[in-house]
């Protein structure tokens, strides 16, 4: 069974930084498409990175290249989102999500199957 749980998420004032986790079970990591989404309230959820199964290539969401960084522990099996320099425009819900994307697509949400519950991240002063 795939479960899919994060972590890290908070209340942290602009300029600063957070460090979000999602522990998979039931598959390993690097079998699959794997990334963080976010969904703020009132808006669709969008792709802030993710990592491709198919050469670890990583894809970034415009407005969050050179301040994110994702990245992968397989001996942990966990997934990591790095957020540095984070601003009010960055609160949201983050997602962790997997699956496997046809023909190399892995940047969009509809192909993503499975799901952690979220973790909310508040960038306030």
């Known amino acids: 069974q795939v479960q899919l749980v994060e972590s890290g998420g908070g209340l942290v004032q602009p300029g600063g930084s957070l460090r979000l986790s999602c522990a998979a079970s039931g598959f390993t990591l690097d079998s699959k498409d794997i990334g963080w989404f976010r969904q703020a309230p009132g808006k669709e959820r969008e792709q802030v990175s993710c990592?491709?199964?198919?050469?670890?290539?990583?894809s970034y969401a415009d407005s969050v290249k050179g301040r994110f960084t994702i990245s992968r522990d397989n001996a942990e099996n966990t997934l990591y989102l790095q957020m540095n320099r984070l601003n009010p425009k960055n609160t949201a819900v983050y997602f962790c999500?997997?699956?496997?994307?046809?023909?190399?697509?892995?940047?969009?949400?509809?192909?993503?199957?499975?799901w952690g519950q979220g973790t909310q991240v508040t960038v306030s002063s």
């Open positions: 990592i491709s199964r198919r050469d670890n290539s990583a």
């Open positions: 999500a997997a699956g496997v994307g046809p023909d190399g697509d892995y940047t969009r949400a509809a192909v993503y199957p499975y």
